[in-house]
Nanobody
């Protein structure tokens, strides 16, 4: 299993920006698809975005298209989620997760991801 550690969360006003980082360590970590998920209390964890091991394939949930950008730097073993034009509904705990099958697709499901980070809180509020 891989180890994943998220950072970069915080509080921001609507319209603001944040960049989340996911540091990945472990055997062959560069060969995994990495996804970002969001969870709010009382709701299921929602897939937000993913990036394939090469970085060439990315996908986003409709609610963040045009506002969020996922990228990865395999030399640094880090995946980023740049979030702009943030809205109150973007509030939640953000988790990154690794998929050893390296299958980044349009719909992200939690059961397809093998290893998870501990999460980082993002709060968008005026």
């Amino acid at each position: 299993q891989l180890q994943l550690v998220e950072s970069g969360g915080g509080s921001v006003q609507p319209g603001g920006s944040l960049r989340l980082s996911c540091a990945v360590s472990g055997f062959n970590s560069a060969y995994y698809n990495i996804g970002w998920f969001r969870q709010v209390p009382g709701k299921e964890r929602e897939g937000i975005s993913c990036v394939s091991s090469s970085g060439r394939i990315t996908n986003y949930v409709d609610s963040v298209k045009g506002r969020f950008t996922i990228s990865r730097d395999n030399a640094k073993n880090t995946v980023y989620l740049q979030m702009t034009s943030l809205k109150p509904e973007d509030t939640g705990v953000y988790y990154c997760a690794a998929d050893r099958l390296d299958y980044c697709k349009a719909d992200l499901y939690t059961y397809e991801y093998d290893s998870w980070g501990q999460g980082t809180q993002v709060t968008v509020s005026s």
